[in-house]
């Protein structure tokens, strides 16, 4: 199914996306990759407060190339997502709903999706050029000397990505090849 959703993303509306849905996301999300993540990490375990407020929002796993004249951001593709995975659960506790990536994630990771109701959304990897795109704006809100890593603001219009893991727990990484697969056990 193709959608057209909102971000940030309710509950509501993570609850009516399924794994191997078609989204495409309007509005506003975050990146944040390796070092920003154990930054917020570390930042909670003192109680202090985060640099952007996680409720029903979305972090996108990239770190851009810099912008070419007259575009918002240079090439924007994905990072691997089980990078995140010691920080994930905690931060999707805190509420964030979606998380944009590549590739699969720890069992943890998939049980807090389900807890808190959030969806694991994957960027085709290889295609930054193209992602890029479907971003209008880009601004630097924390940890600018992390550089590339720094948490930034993006606002995206139409940005395609495909639901991997939804509220349920469904894996796409897990179903999507079950009816190719051939019990060698028989032959």
């Known amino acids: 199914m193709e959608r057209h959703i909102a971000v940030p993303l309710t509950s509501e509306e993570a609850e009516t996306l399924h794994a191997g849905d078609y989204v495409y996301l309007t509005g506003t999300i975050y990146t944040a990759r390796d070092a920003a993540h154990k930054r917020m990490y570390e930042a909670l375990e003192k109680g202090e407060q985060l640099p952007l407020e996680l409720k029903d929002n979305v972090i996108y796993y990239m770190g851009p190339s810099p912008a070419r004249e007259g575009r918002a951001i240079g090439s924007a593709g994905p990072t691997t997502a089980s990078r995140m995975d010691k920080y994930a659960p905690v931060l999707l506790d805190k509420g964030l709903r979606g998380m944009i990536g590549k590739g699969r994630r720890r069992q943890t990771v998939k049980e807090?999706?389900?807890?808190?109701?959030?969806?694991?959304?994957?960027?085709?990897?290889?295609?930054?050029?193209?992602?890029?795109?479907?971003?209008?704006?880009?601004?630097?809100?924390?940890?600018?000397?992390?550089?590339?890593?720094?948490?930034?603001?993006?606002?995206?219009?139409?940005?395609?990505?495909?639901?991997?893991?939804?509220?349920?727990?469904?894996?796409?990484?897990?179903?999507?090849?079950?009816?190719?697969?051939?019990d060698f056990a028989e032959t």
């Open 112 to 182: 807090a999706i389900v807890r808190n109701k959030a969806v694991y959304f994957a960027a085709i990897g290889g295609a930054g050029a193209l992602l890029s795109r479907a971003i209008v704006s880009s601004e630097v809100i924390a940890y600018d000397d992390l550089g590339t890593e720094a948490i930034r603001k993006l606002q995206v219009k139409d940005f395609p990505v495909i639901v991997v893991m939804d509220t349920m727990g469904n894996d796409l990484y897990e179903t999507a090849s079950l009816p190719y697969r051939r």
